[in-house]
T-cell receptor, first 117, second 112 residues
């Protein structure tokens, strides 16, 4: 158990819909990272938040957005869903990740499996 | 982040040492080598990291060459539960936005 909690574990929805994935980081961790893993793409970095502020952005589509709340949990919002958005979405957390702060290792949750039909 | 090169797959007999190589010839002086693994669709798991000295923990050992252009992850007594994709990643230890950039990794298959 990494200490990172993701909900829901599984989600099935239709094209055009919107979903929200939730992540609770390990106690004391300030950074949250979101990754997408689809069969043909491997693990792709989407976005990172550190203590409520966006810190780094990767290959995140404009239809996707994320935020980190004052209690440090994070949500990833996926809208106008397409078949190609079907994937495992992982959240990770680390103690650091801010400017000049050692990141520490990343701890990953078990993922949310999204199926778009 | 420096690019890494790993063999796509390796086999290992249970109980034997598994030695997983990684080339990172463009690594810079302040970049660390990290290893993670992912067991069939589970979340990736941190294994070990190092800068230039050899490192050992309860999971594995990391051997980094003197010129730091390559490294080897050693699982001393592989078990069936070590079957996974192993990722070698090079990145800075500090700095904002220290994401991990995953490559394709090495699929390690441990067999009886």
């Amino acid at each position: 158990d990494s200490g990172v909690t993701q909900t829901p574990k599984h989600l099935i929805t239709a094209t055009g819909q919107r979903v929200t994935l939730r992540c609770s980081p390990r106690s004391g961790d300030l950074s949250v990272y979101w990754y997408q893993q689809s069969l043909d793409q491997g693990l792709q970095f989407l976005i990172q938040y550190y203590n409520g502020e966006e810190r780094a952005k990767g290959n995140i589509l404009e239809r996707f957005s994320a935020q980190q709340f004052p209690d440090l949990h994070s949500e990833l919002n996926l809208s106008s869903l397409e078949l190609g958005d079907s994937a495992l979405y992982f959240c990770a957390s680390s103690v650091g990740g801010g400017a000049g702060v050692p990141t520490g290792e990343l701890f990953f949750g078990e993922g949310s499996r999204l199926t778009v039909l | 982040d420096a690019k890494t090169t790993q063999p796509p797959s390796m086999d290992c007999a249970e109980g034997r040492a598994a030695n997983l190589p990684c080339n990172h010839s463009t690594i810079s002086g302040n970049e660390y080598v990290y290893w993670y693994r992912q067991i069939h669709s589970q979340g990736p798991q941190y294994i070990i990291h190092g800068l230039k000295n050899n490192e050992t923990n309860e999971m594995a050992s990391l051997i980094i060459t003197e010129d730091r252009k390559s490294s080897t992850l050693i699982l001393p007594h592989a078990t069936l539960r070590d079957t996974a994709v192993y990722y070698c990643i090079v990145r800075l230890f500090t700095g904002g936005g220290n994401k991990l950039t995953f490559g394709t990794g090495t699929q390690l298959k441990v067999e009886l």
